[in-house]
C-alpha cells in the first residue's frame, strides 16, 4: 500500500504544481490584456484627437494663414505680373545671364 500512496502522493504535488503554473500563465495573461485594453484606449483617445486636427487644419481660414506664413505666398494682384516665357520668368533669365541665382 505505500507504494500506492506514493504514487498518490507524486500525482497531488505533480496536479498542485501544474495548477500553480496554470494560474500563473493565466495571470499574467489577464496582465498582458489589460495592458494592451489600456493601449487601445489610449490610440483611441490619440486617435480622435487627430481626426479633431485634421479638420481644424481643413478649415480655409487655417489653409490661408499657413499658405500666407509658411509658403510666403500672397494673394494676385493686377499690379504685378510675371510673364513666362519658354518656362522661365524673364527676370529670372535676366538674373542667370548675369550670373545671379534663378
Known amino acids: 500500500m505505500s507504494r500506492v500512496n506514493i504514487a498518490l ?3 497531488v504535488l505533480a ?3 501544474w495548477l500553480i ?3 500563473n500563465e493565466a495571470r499574467s495573461l489577464f496582465v498582458q490584456l489589460e495592458r494592451a485594453r489600456t493601449e487601445e484606449q489610449e490610440l ?9 486636427e485634421r479638420r481644424t487644419a481643413a478649415t480655409p481660414l487655417v489653409v490661408e494663414d499657413m499658405v500666407r506664413t509658411r509658403l510666403k505666398m500672397s494673394t494676385t494682384n493686377p499690379a504685378v505680373t510675371h510673364y513666362v516665357i519658354d518656362g522661365v520668368v524673364p527676370a529670372a533669365r535676366a538674373a542667370s545671364a548675369a550670373g545671379g541665382a534663378p
Open 44 to 52: 483611441e483617445v490619440q486617435y480622435d484627437r487627430l481626426k479633431v
Open 15 to 17: 496536479s498542485a504544481f
Open 21 to 23: 503554473r496554470t494560474s
Open 9 to 11: 502522493a507524486l500525482a
